[in-house]
């Protein structure tokens, strides 16, 4: 009798948040699956003074750009790290979570039935959160090369999406690739729309900013958070670095659909800035070192993979593994106790891979869930009854089933 939107009725349950209902329902039942499945790291971050700060102010509105002081602190930060100049009075704004940073740039931008590009393999909400809009998402399969990318355009393409670095492959757009790209967008009104959420996972200064490659910011969206690289997700702080002209008119989305981020996490995070990151991107080089050894791993199974070099993702090959990626990590965490996401949920060329995420786990279980994963890789038959009669048991229900259009997701 109620009306349900078409619009979200068809699109589907957040697959990786799914398999991680599935790991807190196994957990309390005494099991102690390895999670394999979170994307974030955990690092060891100090609780700083929160007396240091004007709580009065703290529990009201703050400004809707958000707070000038964390800003300047994020300008201070491109500029230092990735040579990027953005003023941060008018080429930043700052809201709650980088989701919602992409969302509104995306309501900017998209009237209905336009296209937006995504880059496979892509960070699942991209797809969407264009749905929602009745937008309409493209892909690119992931073997096609940048300089490639306007093989896929049509007269209502809007938006190409990349993300760098890549979400779930751990692939780096080299400084060429985005040149190219921006140089394929901008004389056909596309945008270029970046997100940079893994930006600190390159430590060997190979890492290049949007924001460097068009310093005027015509055409391009930068989006970036504290989530990734500072290790702190919770909180909910999300910006986007782009041209003023861009910035006015997110600044309308944002004013009607978040009003501000939260302002006490502005307020500590604009006096303890500095004091974060001196702690946290010592543990960021600690989990790209650690990527690296685990990639040592691999080869010594012999797991296939996507290139990548960078976040703490892996896009491992199932091999022949008779059932799809769903299948493979339904069997996995249900049957094995370990927890990936299936590649399916990051594009519609990429079935044949599961993501591998070491942010949260030690290297010893690893190795453990790793031995596991190239043995199920190897079996010759499946059975999903299993897997139902499993769920059934955690008083869960299916979801996703494999195909591509009918997964989704988050970070």
């Known amino acids: 009798m109620f009306q349900i939107s078409n619009r979200v009725a068809q699109i589907p349950e957040a697959l990786s948040i799914y398999?991680?209902?599935i790991v807190y329902s196994l957990k309390r039942h005494g099991h102690d699956p390895i999670v394999l499945s979170l994307g974030e790291a955990f690092f060891d971050i100090p609780l700083y003074d929160f007396s240091k700060l004007d709580v009065q102010k703290s529990y009201h509105y703050s400004e809707s750009q958000g707070l000038p002081e964390l800003r300047r602190k994020i300008s201070d930060y491109y500029r230092k790290y990735y040579r990027a100049i953005v003023d941060p009075d008018t080429e930043i704004l700052i809201t709650a979570g980088s989701k919602p940073a992409i969302f509104m740039a995306m309501q900017v931008v998209l009237n209905p039935a336009d296209e937006i590009l995504i880059h496979e393999p892509a960070w699942l909400s991209y797809r969407e959160q264009a749905r929602l809009l009745d937008a309409v998402p493209k892909f690119i399969?992931?073997?096609t090369k940048a300089q490639?990318?306007?093989?896929?355009f049509t007269p209502r393409t809007r938006i190409v999406v990349i993300n760098n670095p890549n979400n779930p492959a751990g692939v780096i757009y080299s400084q060429q690739d985005l040149e190219s790209i921006y140089a394929q967008c901008a004389p056909q009104g596309i945008y270029v729309m970046v997100d940079e959420a893994y930006s600190d996972f390159v430590i060997d200064g190979t890492f290049t900013s949007m924001a460097t490659v068009v310093p005027k910011k015509q055409g391009i969206?930068?989006?970036?958070?504290?989530?990734?690289n500072m290790g702190m997700s919770g909180w909910r702080i999300g910006y986007v670095v782009a041209d003023k002209r861009f910035i006015r008119e997110l600044l309308k989305v944002n004013q009607h659909l978040i009003t501000c981020a939260p302002?006490?996490?502005l307020h500590y995070m604009a006096r303890y800035f500095d004091d974060v990151l001196s702690v946290t991107l010592p543990q960021v080089q600690e989990v790209v070192l650690k990527r690296a050894r685990v990639a040592g791993m691999l080869d010594e199974l012999g797991l296939q993979r996507l290139g990548g070099a960078s976040t703490f993702y892996f896009f491992v090959s199932i091999g022949n593994f008779p059932g799809t990626s769903h299948d493979f990590a339904m069997h996995l965490l249900l049957e094995r106790g370990i927890a990936v996401v299936p590649g399916s949920a990051y594009g519609e060329s990429t079935d044949r891979f599961i993501r591998v995420a070491i942010g949260?786990?030690?290297?010893?279980?690893?190795?453990q869930a790793l031995n596991v994963i190239?043995?199920?890789t190897l079996v010759n038959t499946f059975d999903s009854s299993d897997v139902s009669a499993r769920l059934a048991e955690l008083n869960l229900l299916p979801v996703g089933g494999g195909d591509a259009d009918n997964t989704g997701g988050k970070r």
Do not use: A, G, M
């Open 19 to 21: 398999i991680n209902q």
């Open 141 to 143: 399969p992931y073997d």
């Open 148 to 152: 490639k990318f306007s093989e896929y």
């Open 221 to 228: 969206i930068v989006v970036n958070s504290l989530s990734k």
């Open 263 to 265: 302002t006490i996490l």
């Open 360 to 367: 949260s786990e030690s290297e010893d279980r690893i190795w």
């Open 374 to 376: 190239r043995d199920v």
